[in-house]
């Protein structure tokens, strides 16, 4: 077991904090703004599933070989464009997860293994036959439950800022029932400023850091239902087994990045993963996203790794 420490100078998902936000991120001043590289010209397109369609964004020429990048919870596809310069030249698959960003919101299926059997489909639609899945956050939980469900499928997996276990989960508030109490949340939703969201996705990083206009978009696309659901899907599937179990069970290569200060998971319990055979935990000085906190060793980390498989 390898851990490397990088010090590069950076659970339930308590949406609730929107509700005591909402006053208090009026007052937040201006931030400095965040310095992104072109990434690589990439092909939009939307598959059309059973369950949905589904938006995809491949960049590279395509193969039966991909690096697939699954974003968290609110998140979408724009989440890795800061790294997508150093993947360059490689055949990488990014997917906005069912209720997120432009892929369909429908009203049910948001379960980690529903997530997962659509990401397979997507892939299955492309002709990959062998991926390395980079999945940030909850999209960690899907990467792992798609090679649960289909091993000869993932040849290797990263995780990043993907919390060890329940109990791990630090970004709790007091009125967190009261959003998850759709006669109080459903209502609330759509009401919120964009000032109200920023608030909230200021607990992902650890500097003043302009949080981009696309990252917020996505999050204000989703439906209260979508949102709600997906937080409720991945506690439960930690609280059935712990993320550090579920891949010693695979046995597959694994490489955890996870920030050391992270507001949202306490770092110590990063160290579950150690567990895992010949797992490579890595360290960044940084928050709960990596990819836009600190995407110069970020996108360094997932080249060097996915290069291996």
């Known amino acids: 077991?390898?851990?490397?420490?990088?010090?590069?100078?950076?659970?339930?998902?308590?949406?609730?904090?929107?509700?005591?936000?909402?006053?208090?991120?009026?007052?937040?001043?201006?931030?400095?703004?965040?310095?992104?590289?072109?990434?690589?010209?990439?092909?939009?397109?939307?598959?059309?599933?059973?369950?949905?369609?589904?938006?995809?964004?491949?960049?590279?020429?395509?193969?039966?070989?991909?690096?697939?990048?699954?974003?968290?919870?609110?998140?979408?596809?724009?989440?890795?464009?800061?790294?997508?310069?150093?993947?360059?030249?490689?055949?990488?698959?990014?997917?906005?997860?069912?209720?997120?960003?432009?892929?369909?919101?429908?009203?049910?299926?948001?379960?980690?293994?529903?997530?997962?059997?659509?990401?397979?489909?997507?892939?299955?639609?492309?002709?990959?036959?062998?991926?390395?899945?980079?999945?940030?956050?909850?999209?960690?939980?899907?990467?792992?439950?798609?090679?649960?469900?289909?091993?000869?499928?993932?040849?290797?997996?990263?995780?990043?800022?993907?919390?060890?276990?329940?109990?791990?989960?630090?970004?709790?508030?007091?009125?967190s029932g009261l959003f998850f109490n759709p006669a109080i949340g459903q209502p609330l939703w759509p009401l919120l400023p964009d000032a109200a969201i920023r608030y909230l996705l200021s607990s992902a990083f650890t500097r003043d850091v302009s949080i981009p206009a696309p990252i917020v978009a996505a999050v204000r696309g989703m439906t209260y239902r979508s949102l709600t659901e997906t937080s409720n899907a991945s506690d439960a599937y930690l609280r059935a087994e712990s993320e550090p179990d579920r891949l010693v069970a695979l046995h597959l290569p694994t490489m955890v990045i996870y920030g050391s200060r992270d507001k949202r998971w306490m770092p110590t319990s990063y160290q579950d993963y150690r567990r895992v055979p010949s797992v490579r935990i890595v360290s960044l000085d940084c928050g709960h996203t990596p990819m836009i906190e600190e995407p110069g060793p970020t996108g360094a980390l997932i080249h060097d790794f996915t290069a291996q498989y």
């Open 1 to 175: 077991m390898n851990e490397i420490t990088t010090t590069a100078t950076g659970r339930r998902r308590r949406i609730a904090l929107m509700i005591a936000a909402m006053s208090a991120a009026m007052l937040a001043g201006s931030v400095p703004g965040v310095v992104t590289a072109a990434p690589p010209a990439s092909a939009d397109r939307m598959m059309h599933l059973p369950g949905g369609d589904i938006h995809v964004v491949a960049s590279g020429i395509p193969s039966a070989d991909a690096v697939v990048l699954l974003h968290g919870l609110g998140g979408s596809t724009t989440w890795w464009d800061q790294v997508m310069p150093a993947l360059r030249g490689r055949y990488v698959v990014r997917i906005d997860l069912l209720g997120h960003g432009e892929s369909a919101k429908p009203d049910c299926c948001y379960g980690m293994a529903d997530q997962a059997r659509v990401v397979g489909e997507v892939l299955d639609g492309l002709g990959v036959r062998h991926a390395v899945l980079v999945g940030h956050s909850t999209g960690g939980y899907v990467a792992t439950s798609l090679a649960e469900q289909r091993r000869g499928l993932v040849s290797a997996l990263e995780l990043i800022d993907t919390g060890a276990r329940l109990d791990a989960y630090t970004d709790n508030s007091p009125v």
